[in-house]
């Protein structure tokens, strides 16, 4: 299995625009989750879905963030607009447990100048 | 809030056995010991997760005391590729609590 593929792996933009990483999970996983890390905060778990259905979004920071699943193989998180303080690393992960035992992707390097 | 206490950083000689000690005074009967790792510039990967018994697999030992109120992670015999952050998690296996903390940055030494 080739991972949890994550695109574009950096992504560079302005301020105002709109961003969108994506994410492919592991086959036969049911479970996705987007992740956000900081040197100020750490890793942030942003929201999670099961079987394509967010289940918790409380971490999502505003309304400027939004996640959607439309498929079992895919996923996107889309930033608009892009603000400074929203550059960091995103990481998509992916389980069949939940929660507990979960395969990361290499993350997505976000830079929002 | 995490649940857990680890030391900020560690030092391990190559070669040599590290242990990675967490503090969880406040864990429940029902939640598990999990520990992932960070390798610089990588996503985090699991490595070993237990309840109340010691476990082991290909890349550790988890030690968790009779009481469960703290735990050590044994990586046997460390190679410079084992520096990382240690995150060290407590968790019902819901996934309720399932928080990163700012886990312990182990350096091994050639």
């Known amino acids: 299995d080739a991972g949890v593929i994550q695109s574009p792996r950096h992504e560079v933009t302005e301020m105002g625009q709109e961003v969108t990483l994506r994410c492919k999970p592991i086959?036969?996983?049911?479970?996705l989750f987007w992740y956000r890390q900081t040197m100020m905060r750490g890793l942030e778990l942003l929201i999670y879905?099961?079987?394509?259905?967010?289940?918790?979004d409380s971490g999502m920071p505003e309304d400027r963030f939004s996640a959607k699943m439309p498929n079992a193989s895919f996923s996107t998180l889309k930033i608009q607009p892009s603000e400074p303080r929203d550059s960091a690393v995103y990481f998509c992960a992916s389980s069949s447990r939940g929660r507990e035992t979960q395969y990361f992707g290499p993350g997505t390097r976000l830079l929002v100048l | 809030d995490a649940k857990t206490t680890q030391p900020t950083s560690m030092d391990c000689a190559e070669g040599r056995a590290a242990n990675l000690p967490c503090n969880h005074s406040?864990?429940?009967?029902?939640?598990?010991v999990y520990w992932y790792r960070q390798i610089h510039s990588q996503g985090p990967q699991y490595i070993i997760h237990?309840?109340?018994n010691n476990e082991t697999n290909e890349m550790a030992s988890l030690i968790i005391t009779e009481d469960r109120k703290s735990s050590t992670l044994i990586l046997p015999h460390a190679t410079l590729r084992d520096t990382a952050v240690y995150y060290c998690i407590v968790s019902d296996n819901y996934g309720q609590n399932f928080v990163f903390g700012p886990g312990t940055r182990l350096s091994v030494l050639p």
């Open positions: 879905f099961n079987n394509n259905v967010p289940i918790d």
């Open positions: 237990g309840l109340k």
């Open positions: 086959s036969g996983h049911d479970y």
């Open positions: 406040t864990i429940s009967g029902n939640e598990y």
